[in-house]
């Protein structure tokens, strides 16, 4: 049908549009000759004639359609080049675009009337053939570990890279040139010696490295899909262009663990980067629970009250003006001592039998009058000189601290102090004449718990009618 004619006077071959004249019998001439009047034999310039092109006959008749000439050479470059390689397709037809070749192909053979009437066909002809791999879902399996997602990219972009999506192959390979150590092997088992085979065997072994190293980088580009990520700002509208900025200790962590991403495949180092975030939120909240415990709160209600006073007690704190002028402890401790007081009166409403509990005197402690040098002895000797090692401590400010210090009290005995008095300052007020009672507060009381309250009176915490 497509076979090429012979020009009558200049014996070349015809493959395009030929003339044929219409008074001579088998008389066909080219173009050339057509128009430069070649005459020869019994045909004359001035015969009618007509135009002939075997190849420009269409099977579906359109626009755009195809040629029974351009359908062959499809067919034909589809079986010397395969499905998929359209480059190469549409050079060999030389008058269509790779899109159009892919396009005519999969509507017109594929999914077309003559895909219905032959891929059916072929499909309930074939050979079933059994199974007999024994399945392994394990978690190194090989079903587990090939399995990677298709490179999101169009056939443009793989034009650009050089990508054959179906070998899953480059034009230009990592380490492209790889094979030349290879190449001019040849082993001779009778005329090489072992050590000749040694140095061959070693420069297999140096191409087989190079050759993993290929993989891997192909397998790192398609599971974190860094081709679609590289063509993402410029082609491709239908992905977000900008990413949601992170916060800077986001980004100071994932820049941490980058260096695991290459143990790790996209999924595994997202759960793994989860994970650690899931362990630093679950330490945060366990520090919370045991800051609760250690103020002696037990119920949800009781923490919202409590975080409710530490918020109303912050805010008032930030928004005193006594906060920057506040007196520090260790500075009305020296007043007082210079006043001769040195804190006599603390060890002297310390002897009660309540407060026993929070400081503990000796049995061989005298009465409360005449024991007065041993209840000082005592406190000095069972409370801790540094409270540094205490439970609570990291929690207290500076002032707080030297407050402790001077007083001998423990943390969570100036905590139970503190929340008592905010608590009380919060539902009925405080009067700064009566002051706050044992029975009113807690068992802290005497001396250190009038420094407490006149110390958070001074920083603003609470406020005394």
Known sequence: ????????????DVSGIRVKCAECIDFEICLQ?????????????????QF????AVGIVLGKNGWTAKEEQHLLDAIEQYGFGNWEDISRHIETRTPEEAREEYINRYLEGNIGKATWILAASSRPLLTEISIPDDGPLSPEQINK?????????????????????????????????LVSPLSIHPVEDD???IALKLAQVDMYTRRLRERVRRKRVGRDYQLVAN?????????????KKKLPREEREFQDHMRVLTQFHSSQEHEQFLAGIRRQRELEVRINELLRYRRHGITTVEECHHFEQLRQEARDKRRNSDSCNVSLSPLSAQSKRREKGGSFSTIKKSTSTGNDRCLFPVSPDSGTEGGGEADSDDTIAADTPQDIAALPGYPLLSKDEAQLCNALKITPNQYYGAKYSLLEMHVNKG????DGPTLSEVCTLDGEPLKHIFNYMVESGWISAG
Do not use: W
């Open 230 to 242: 590289f063509f993402q700002p410029t082609t491709r509208k239908d992905r977000p262009v900008f």
């Open 194 to 196: 072992e050590l000749d």
């Open 148 to 180: 990677l997602p298709p490179l999101d990219i169009t056939p443009d972009e793989a034009a650009q890279l050089g990508y054959m999506p179906l070998r899953d192959d480059f034009e230009k390979e990592f380490d492209n040139d790889a094979e030349s």
């Open 33 to 49: 000759c057509f128009s430069a009047g070649a005459e020869i034999g019994q045909h004359k310039n001035n015969h009618s004639y």
């Open 52 to 55: 002939k092109d075997s190849g």
């Open 1 to 12: 049908m497509f076979a090429k004619a012979q020009c009558n006077y200049c014996q070349e």
């Open 430 to 433: 405080i009067k700064k004449e």
